[in-house]
Structures are given as structure tokens and as C-alpha cells.
């Protein structure tokens, strides 16, 4: 089993078909089949082979899927990177996977290069990099592995501590990529948007593996612009977008936003979406979204909300096929429908475990359930509901306040873009709630902390209100609330 084997399949059935795109540049899946190959007789030559790591640093072009499969090809891992690391970040990421080589796109050689520590380093130039395959040897044969063997390494962000490296099986993968595809009924007419990071797992399993998977088409966007993202749907006829809550956001704040009802689907994760941000998106848009939950340990789709008349709004539906989750107390019991717990996943999603990390791995898999942190509930109807994350919890006064309730309050409001509420050290409660908000239009701390109040639980409105343009985002989209400053430019009780 390899996960190039999909590629190579497909290109024998739909050779000629465009398979990514980005504006004018285009490969088809017999040439994305080609230059893999050859990308893979390049490995050979320079001594890699199955196991061996290989760090990919590539931007939303066409060539990630040239080097993702050319490594895949001949066995080895890929390890991709965030393109915007600094010297210090990509030194340790390659010390922690040994990776044999990196591959860099040609703008961020400088800081690639710093950061090698002593690996081979290979830069990825538009063009050159298609007339040095012509010269290269293709290798025809496609690594024959188990099911089990790894194909990604994944770094965690390392928001909660030192980043771990997520180990996830051509088995893993596959089979997700898989189920993305038969659930969005993905086929050979379909065009996906590219939008999400393909260095993610969300990218890369959700768009890129299940488009190939498919023998759909993928056209890309080198980074999420909301006017560029409009043009791009419009122009290339795009049936399937799949995006992060803060993208939804961004289009619904685009004046040049209108109807788009020729999506056939919309699918949002990577975090929570806000219920008024999804009443308001397809109230203006036309087009249904279905939300989705699962993390890169999970490959990373775990659960699905079902379109039609099967979908729960503010619900993160039920598990995919083959994947059981359940909600567990403390002592690791399941609990009863309603009750507030810990999310656990059991399936052939879950990852092999963190990279030479087995402490780490043991934490998180108990019992063959991966346990993930995220507080949830089911209802009597098998829905599951995301509240928030345990590490975001807030204590005050004894109290417990999930910061996602009073979020989707804050989101009610007509002058809230974006918002995040966290706890802050208070030397009598133990915890305070703060609330910082990026606007759409003119509001005070003090009309917004009321407008909560008159909504929640005395013990749950922020006692403190600031104010941002924008808040800080992750690469792929995630409000980062530990980067938060506490700001106090806003009206305080």
C-alpha cells in the first residue's frame, strides 16, 4: 500500500484532465504522475529511500504535489513545513526527524538554507525545477509498503509545549482521504479550492489526497485572500470549498460578496464555527455548510455534520465511517447523553503515535481511544457538540465557564468580526473572564460586556473588554488565544 499508488491509478484513467491549477499554470494527472516519478529517480540517486525523512517547505503551487508523492514514491516520509518558519523553528524540526534532505521553495532558500543545520538542502525554482526532471531518470516503481507504515510526519503547532511529530499511515491517510471523497460525493467534474495550507493535514488529506482520490481537479490559492478567493470560485467554476471559521468570516465581511449557490459544498473545521457566522453565511450566500471535527492526530476528519435534512446546525455531526467517539468522564467512563466530557476517537484514523515520543503517545492513547482534549456532548440523537478545549476552560470562583458559549454570544452582536475570551489570573476568584473583539463597526466595552450579561449567567460575562484590527491567527486559520495580549483599551466593571 502507498498512498502514490492513488496518483498513478488515477492518471492511467484521467491522464489528460488538470488535476492542479494555480492562476495559468497547470499539470494534468499524467504529468503530476511524470514528474513525480522523476522526482523520485532524483531521490534515488541521491541514496533515499523507504524510511528516510524528507522535509518538505513548499508554499499552495502545483510542484508540493510533484515532491509530496515523489517522496512517497520511493517509500520515504514527508515531513512537511510551514513555509514562514524561522532558521531557529526548521533547525529543530529537522534535528527531531533526522530528515536526509529538505525541500525548499526558492524564495525562502536564505532562511532554509540558515536553518539546515547541516542537511542537504534542494530549492524548488518555477520552471528550472521541470527542466532538471527532463534530465532525470524516472523511477517507474512504486515503493510496495504495509499499511502501517508511516507516510507524514506532522508537527504540532507547539502552542501547549514543545512541538511533538505526528506519525500518520498511508493507511491513515488513505482511508480519510477516502471517506472525504465519498462523503462530498467528490467525482471527475468537480473543481475543490485550494485554500487551506497543503503543509496542514487538512489540506492535504481533505483537498489534495481526496481530489486525487477522486480524479477531481484542484486549484489553488497561495494564500487565503477573500476578493481573490471570490474570483478564483467564480472563475474556475469551484463546487467544493472547504475552509477554517475565520475564512467564512473574511467573505462575509467582502463587499463584493453575493450569491454563490453554484458551491455544492461547503465544509468548515479546524475549529468551531460560530452558529451566527453559519445562519448569517448562508442567509447571504445561498450555500449549505456542513461542519466537520477531527485533528491531525485523527488524519485529520474524525466527525461530520450530514447536509440536508440530516444536519444539526452547531452540531459536529456523528463519526465517519468505520470511527467510533464517545464522550468520558474524568475516570474514563462514557457519559450519559447531555453530560459534558472528554471526546475520545477508536478508528483507523488514529495516528501511529508521536515520533520517537512514546511517553508522549501513551498520554494521549488509553486503551486503543485517542483522547483529544476537546470538551464535548452527544445528544440522545448520537449528535456530537464541541464546547470548547479543557485547556481552555475557565475557574471562576468555582464556577466553570467554557469560553466558546460566550463567544457565540459575542458573535450575535452586528459589530463582532471576530472574538475570544480566555481567563485571566484574578487574585480573589482564581480566574477572570476577558473578551478581546476585532470590530465591523463601532461599539464600546461597555455596550458589549451588557449585551453579554443580559445573555448569560451572571458568573460567565467578561468583566473586561478589549479591542484589536485583528486577532492573532495561526498559519492555518486558528485564533491564537495564548498569543493574546491583555489589552485594556476597552470599558471595565
Not at 461530520?304 to 474524568?330: A, L, Q, Y
Not at 453530560?339 to 488509553?366: C, F, L, Q, S
Not at 469560553?403 to 472574538?419: C, G, I, M, S, W
Request: overall charge negative; hydrophobic content about 40%.
Amino acid at each position: 500500500m502507498n498512498l502514490a499508488d492513488r496518483l498513478h491509478t488515477a492518471a492511467a484513467r484521467l491522464g489528460g484532465r488538470a488535476v492542479l491549477t494555480l492562476d495559468e499554470a497547470q499539470l494534468t494527472y499524467g504529468t503530476l504522475d511524470e514528474l513525480s516519478a522523476r522526482l523520485a529517480g532524483l531521490l534515488r540517486c541521491r541514496g533515499i529511500g523507504p524510511g528516510d525523512r524528507v522535509a518538505i517547505m513548499l508554499p499552495n503551487v502545483p510542484e508540493f504535489g510533484v515532491v509530496y508523492y515523489g517522496v512517497l514514491r520511493v517509500g520515504a516520509v514527508v515531513v512537511p513545513l510551514d513555509p514562514l518558519l524561522k532558521r531557529r523553528e526548521i533547525a529543530a524540526y529537522l534535528g527531531d526527524c533526522g530528515a536526509r534532505l529538505l525541500i525548499a521553495w526558492h524564495a525562502f532558500a536564505e532562511t532554509a538554507e540558515a536553518g539546515s543545520a547541516g542537511t542537504d538542502c534542494f530549492f524548488v525554482v518555477p520552471g528550472e525545477f521541470r527542466r532538471l526532471l527532463r534530465g532525470v531518470a524516472a523511477e517507474r516503481e512504486i515503493a510496495d509498503l504495509e499499511p502501517d507504515d508511516t507516510a507524514v510526519v506532522h508537527y504540532t503547532s507547539g502552542t501547549t509545549g514543545r512541538p511533538k511529530g505526528i506519525e500518520l499511515t498511508h493507511a491513515n491517510l488513505g482511508g480519510n482521504a477516502a471517506t472525504v471523497a465519498r462523503m462530498h460525493a467528490l467525482g471527475v467534474d468537480d473543481v475543490v479550492l485550494g485554500a487551506l495550507p497543503l503543509y496542514h493535514t487538512f489540506g492535504q488529506t481533505c483537498s489534495l489526497n481526496a481530489t486525487v482520490h477522486a480524479g477531481a481537479r484542484l486549484t489553488l490559492l497561495g494564500r487565503f485572500d477573500p476578493g481573490r478567493a471570490l474570483e478564483v470560485i467564480r472563475r474556475d467554476g469551484v463546487t467544493v470549498f472547504q475552509g477554517v471559521p475565520t475564512m467564512f468570516i473574511a467573505l462575509l465581511d467582502h463587499p463584493g460578496a453575493s450569491d454563490m449557490s453554484m458551491l455544492r459544498v461547503c465544509a468548515s473545521g479546524g475549529a468551531a464555527l460560530p452558529l451566527d457566522v453559519l445562519r448569517a453565511y448562508e442567509a447571504r450566500f445561498g450555500c449549505e455548510i456542513v461542519e466537520g471535527y477531527g485533528l491531525s492526530e485523527t488524519s485529520p476528519v474524525a466527525a461530520t455534520n450530514r447536509g440536508g435534512s440530516h444536519r444539526r446546525p452547531g452540531s459536529i455531526g456523528w463519526p465517519i465511517r468505520g470511527v467510533e467517539m464517545k464522550v468520558v468522564g474524568d475516570d474514563g467512563r462514557e457519559l450519559p447523553a447531555g453530560e459534558i466530557g472528554e471526546i475520545v476517537v477508536r478508528g483507523p484514523n488514529v495516528m501511529k503515535g508521536y515520533w520517537n515520543d512514546p511517553a508522549a503517545t501513551a498520554e494521549v492513547i488509553r486503551d486503543g481511544w485517542f483522547h483529544t482534549g476537546d470538551l464535548g456532548r452527544v445528544d440522545g440523537d448520537g449528535y456530537f457538540f464541541l464546547v470548547d478545549r479543557r485547556r481552555d476552560v475557565i475557574i471562576r470562583g468555582g464556577y466553570t465557564v467554557y469560553p466558546r458559549e460566550v463567544e457565540e454570544v459575542l458573535y450575535e452582536h452586528p459589530a463582532v468580526r471576530q472574538a475570544a475570551v480566555f481567563g485571566v489570573p484574578h487574585p480573589g476568584l482564581g480566574e477572570e473572564i476577558e473578551a478581546v473583539v476585532a470590530l465591523r463597526a463601532p461599539v464600546t466595552g461597555e455596550e458589549l460586556r451588557d449585551f453579554v450579561r443580559e445573555r448569560v449567567a451572571a458568573y460567565k460575562y467578561p468583566r473586561h473588554v478589549s479591542f484589536v484590527d485583528e486577532l492573532p491567527m495561526s498559519p492555518t486559520g486558528k485564533i491564537l488565544k495564548r498569543a493574546l495580549p491583555r489589552l485594556r483599551a476597552g470599558t471595565y466593571g
